[in-house]
Nanobody, 115 residues
């Protein structure tokens, strides 16, 4: 099993940047596909970005070109670099790990984009 702890959220101005981190405990981190989801009030949880065990990435259309997902297997950490933030990026961001039929979630970190 793996436990996930997100950090790096906070308040940013439109056009600003934030870097989220998700630290994983447990073994075999390199074998997990990792993803960032977000959930805004009154909206469904949506997949933001995904990275495979061989560093293949994909993004939802609304963040492509602005967000970058990466992983450091030596540090058991996955990152989400968020640039050119927009008010519509405001949400709780959650880290997800998946290995075959097993999935784990972090508690989430709040990102608020406002002037």
């Amino acid at each position: 099993q793996v436990q996930l702890v997100e950090s790096g959220g906070g308040l940013a101005q439109p056009g600003g940047s934030l870097r989220l981190s998700c630290a994983a405990s447990g073994r075999l981190f390199s074998q997990y596909a990792m993803a960032w989801y977000r959930q805004a009030p009154g909206k469904q949880r949506e997949l933001v970005a995904h990275i495979t065990t061989v560093d293949e990435t994909n993004y939802t259309d609304s963040v492509r070109g602005r967000f970058t997902i990466s992983r450091d297997n030596a540090k058991n950490t996955v990152y989400l670099q968020m640039n050119n933030l927009k008010p519509e990026d405001t949400a709780v961001y959650l880290c997800n790990a998946r290995l075959q039929f097993y999935t784990a979630w972090g508690q989430g970190t709040q990102v608020t984009v406002s002037s």
